[in-house]
DNA sequence: AAATATACTTAACACTGTTAAGTTTCCAAA
DNA sequence: TTTGGAAACTTAACAGTGTTAAGTATATTT
């Protein structure tokens, strides 16, 4: 059967070029300028040949979608090393600030696009978010560490994730969009940013406080 | 004069006409299904006469996006009411949770999409966003008098206000972006996010501790 | 009544995602 | 080796999008 495992490898192979193709216009071009017919045009097939690769648009857009992940899974390298948690806490929503802000285009299709979601959907019945879950459950385990450790008062760590990751993301999502615009001058927002974040953590910190 | 002044209220009337089709049709298929065409079909015109009312979509779309913060404002009129100002700041999270998840179309088009604010760009040099400005003022006033009267801990108000904002704001964007969906019932999702938001203002909320 | 300004429409351009139907290519069995 | 059929790919089209140039009525002014 050494013909159809070929056959199978070139499938992949083409599958690879839509994804490379579709990353290229989506860097050189933002997400909203990837249309299968450009990604027709930079592998040289006919768009009607993506369809016969992937289900539809928003199929390709979950693929990068998850490239996302893996690229912002690059800031975090260095962020195990921390051994405090609360500074480590700190250093995780600084790098998510500073990811956001750097690859807006990834950002969209992460947090803010309905398209992968819309994919994750049709594609899977159990329907998971893998890449999601699993970035909320670092963040959700540092926070149990703080507490552990009598860094921030204790509590529910589910509605506490959701608050911060809701914050940071909250931030990245105005910013990019546009609605801090007219009330932060862009060179002093990603300070600012930062000083919000440590606001946040400041009033949660207990550890040098007399309760 | 009457003859010229009698045109200007006609033109009006029928850009009213415009924008009362756009709301319809944004009310009943949401924000994605608003077309010129469509909106042309509904006052009986061809979809160029639009044109010669609005410069583009994304004009139309402020002005919607400008009703919305309208429908927002009902929401909060009962705020100033509230003498306590770290009560009325947990009225005004809750509140804007509440607009957000139950008006899901507007709240997108107000803090989510980019066409109205490239549409203030296009429309206005200045480039002020009044709406905005107004209500994001409206925080940092009942944060500062939560200042003065030692409710919370001193700082930077404007880091503050963002902070607070950029939380419920990524609390409702991220709900209805479904990134919340895999994570939390949808039964549970309101009241976590309320849980969240208590979470952050008791955190906040220094006039029970002895520092 | 003729000239002009205003209001509106038709037709088109250049796109979009997607699909039905047709063609070419390639591999396996007769 | 030829034939049948599956797999890969393309052409053409559908139905829609925002937008504009050019043309046509309508109404006002000269």
Known sequence: MGISER???QKQEIRKMILDASLKLFMEQGFENVSIR???????????????????????????HEL??????????????????????????EYYLQFGLENPAFYE?????KAPME?????????????????????????????DKNLIEKGDVDAM?????????GMVALAIRDRFDKLVPRDQMVPMMNKSLTWLLNALDVSGKKT
Chains 1, 2 share one sequence.
């Open 119 to 147: 994919a994750l959907e049709a594609l899977d019945a159990n329907c998971e978010w893998k890449s999601g879950d699993q970035a909320l459950g670092k963040l959700k385990n540092t926070l149990q560490e703080c507490m």
């Open 68 to 93: 996302g992940f893996q690229k912002m899974a690059e800031y975090n390298t260095d962020l195990w090393t921390i051994k405090n948690p609360l500074v480590r806490l700190t250093k995780m929503g």
């Open 7 to 9: 056959k199978e490898k």
């Open 38 to 64: 450009k990604i027709a045009d930079l592998i040289e097939y006919s768009p009607t040949t993506v369809y016969l690769y992937f289900k539809d648009k928003n199929e390709i857009l979950f693929n990068l």
């Open 109 to 113: 299709l992460m947090f803010i696009l």
């Open 161 to 169: 994730a959701m608050a911060i990751w809701s914050m940071v993301h």
